[in-house]
């Protein structure tokens, strides 16, 4: 290839696939119902109803609740309990980036005892758990959320 027409095609590469990358804005990729002010789908939220509830809510409670009197403390084996993630907790303190990273690579190396689900689940199906329980947030703590890094 010519080496004048390299910085052209490359520029003409990277902004193909940029126009191919799911965007948070309108949910995944811009499918469905966007809720909002919100990066999620009403889809979204509906999917990872299902998929909390298959594989979170037995420790963070079927509404992201928590389970827990006091998710700070920690248990008897040293470990610190499952958080809620309904706003009630940390969770709306991490941008979107930390929160998949949390679920890929589990609680441990945080303290505390959830597993990972990089290989468990699919990265749909985790945006889609994350949805559901940011749905829980009012405006006001998702605002925040935003202002703190949210889909960064």
């Known amino acids: 290839m010519d080496r004048n027409l390299r910085p052209m095609f490359a520029v003409t590469v990277v902004t193909l696939l940029l126009g191919c990358a799911p965007s948070l804005e309108s949910g995944e990729g811009g499918e469905g119902t966007p809720v909002a002010g919100r990066w999620y789908s ?15 809510a037995q420790c963070h409670g079927a509404q992201a609740q928590g389970i827990t ?11 610190l309990p499952p958080p809620p993630l309904n706003g009630s907790a940390h969770a709306w303190h991490h941008p979107l980036s930390v929160l998949l990273q949390v679920i890929n690579q589990g ?12 290989n468990r689940i699919s ?14 947030w009012n405006d006001d703590l998702y605002g925040n959320w935003e202002q703190m890094g949210g889909t960064e």
């Open 42 to 56: 009403v889809e979204q939220v509906h999917t990872g109803s299902r998929v909390f509830h298959d594989e979170c």
């Open 107 to 118: 609680g441990v190396p945080l303290g505390g005892q959830m597993p990972a689900f990089a």
């Open 69 to 79: 009197a006091d998710w700070r403390e920690r248990l008897d084996d040293g470990s």
């Open 123 to 136: 990265d749909k199906e985790k945006l889609a758990a994350i949805a559901y329980f940011q749905s829980f």
